[in-house]
């Protein structure tokens, strides 16, 4: 993450306090100059926020323009009025910008069950649509809820034809245990891609970095993830290689801001990484890795920095791991063997003061296969329960 996160060529967006919260800005806006091709992934929580329903409808489109961002009210659970509300901030942006209502995406975070403050919204958006620049940062403070820190990235690749640049943004603090994308997240991009093209890239990437983390194994209502193509670049992608780079930007990108989610989980003070090897299938494998990250009691020892290898083994056990695997299996806390006890290669002052460091790692080997998968966590503080304890009082 910069504090100078310049966007694609033809994008610019923008963030300001409208009111609805205090201080931090709680109203952003992204625009393109060009209509762009559009793909979106979305919350698996069948309690859909209305912003989220919307989209789904407009998805995937070819003339997507811009999308507008409130924080602070995330507009679910809402009913037909929250529905009704979604459409007047839709018709209003687009209004401020000379568009049509179907050009215009919609995200929403905040506490759930409230009404959107229109009141306070809509009268900022000429205001917001006034100030925007070719840098993220402004958007991505707007975005926030929980979160301590804005999470960008930007990335100018070289495809046959020429160079393209990908800026990701996201947010995520808390409620983090997605099943399609983080919180909200937008990667913008100057390539030409097709609908189909832009699906697929968004969706793959997502499921090996978005869908690999968890700060409190609970599922939003808003959560939701874009990919805009606005085609200004003019560059294509035009064979195999030029695909392959694209995709494994975007996934190396994507995995960027989901560590950087877990790193800013509610409270956490570390940085989990469960890596899984050598598994029977790869669903093994994903299952494994994210049921350690979202132990409770593991989440507690990690936090306490204490090598209790117990509490990963009393996951495999839940998971179905059959006695004869994990008789088989071994586990590494920071490179140091720790299971089987009777073959640990280390010396518990280095183990322990290993596990003060900011970033854990868990290796676990099932030697049961040739699949593998890594998740992403964060260990469990105080501080998480009084965040929570405290969340919409």
């Known amino acids: 993450m910069t504090n100078h996160t310049p966007l694609p060529k033809g994008f610019t967006a923008g963030g300001i306090n409208c009111g609805v919260r205090r201080t931090r800005p709680d109203l952003g806006l992204i625009v393109s100059d060009y209509p762009c091709v559009a793909a979106g992934v979305f919350t698996l929580n069948t309690c859909t926020a209305a912003p989220v329903r919307y989209c789904q409808q ?18 679910a659970a809402t009913g037909k009025e929250g ?21 215009v995406l919609i995200a929403s975070t905040g506490i759930i069950g409230y009404r959107m403050a229109l009141d306070k919204i809509i009268p900022a958006i000429s205001s917001l649509a006034q100030q925007l620049t070719n840098m993220a940062e402004k958007f991505a403070l707007a975005i926030l809820t929980t979160d301590l820190v804005p999470k960008t990235i930007s990335k100018t690749i070289k ?3 020429g160079e393209i640049t990908i800026t990701g943004i996201c947010k995520g603090s808390g409620m983090i245990h997605p099943n399609m994308a983080t919180m909200l997240g937008y990667f913008l991009t100057d390539a030409v ?3 189909k093209q832009a699906q697929k890239f968004l969706k793959e990437a997502t499921d090996v970095s978005f869908n690999m983390i968890s700060v409190d194994n609970q599922m939003s209502t808003n959560d939701s993830s874009f990919l805009l193509a606005n085609g ?14 694209f995709a ?20 956490a003070t570390k940085l989990l990484e469960v890596q899984v090897h050598n598994a029977a299938d790869q669903a093994t494998a994903r299952r494994l890795a994210r049921a350690v990250t979202t ?12 090598a209790y290898w117990g509490r990963v083994l009393a996951v495999f056990g839940q998971q179905d791991i059959s006695l004869d695997v994990i008789d088989k299996s071994t586990i590494h806390f920071q490179d140091y063997l720790v299971y089987p006890p009777l073959k640990s290669n280390h010396a518990k002052a280095d183990l322990d003061a290993s596990m003060k460091q900011e970033n854990i790692v868990v290796k676990i080997n099932l030697n049961d296969g040739k699949e593998n998968a890594t998740a992403w966590g964060c260990d469990m503080s105080e501080q998480y329960v009084k965040i929570n304890a405290d969340y919409g009082t």
């Open 193 to 195: 891609l097709d609908a």
């Open 159 to 161: 495809l046959s034809s």
């Open 83 to 103: 529905g009704e509300d979604n459409l007047t901030l839709v018709n209003a942006t687009a209004a401020a910008l000379n568009l049509e209502a179907n050009q």
């Open 232 to 245: 200004s670049s003019k560059h294509a992608l035009k064979n195999a290689n030029d695909e392959k780079l």
């Open 58 to 75: 407009l998805l995937p489109s070819h003339d997507i323009r811009a999308l507008i961002t409130n924080s602070g009210q995330a507009n």
């Open 295 to 306: 132990s409770d009691l593991f989440k507690c020892a990690v936090y306490g920095s204490a």
């Open 248 to 267: 494994e930007t975007l996934t190396e990108m994507s995995k960027f801001l989901a560590k950087a989610i877990a790193r800013d989980g509610e409270g």
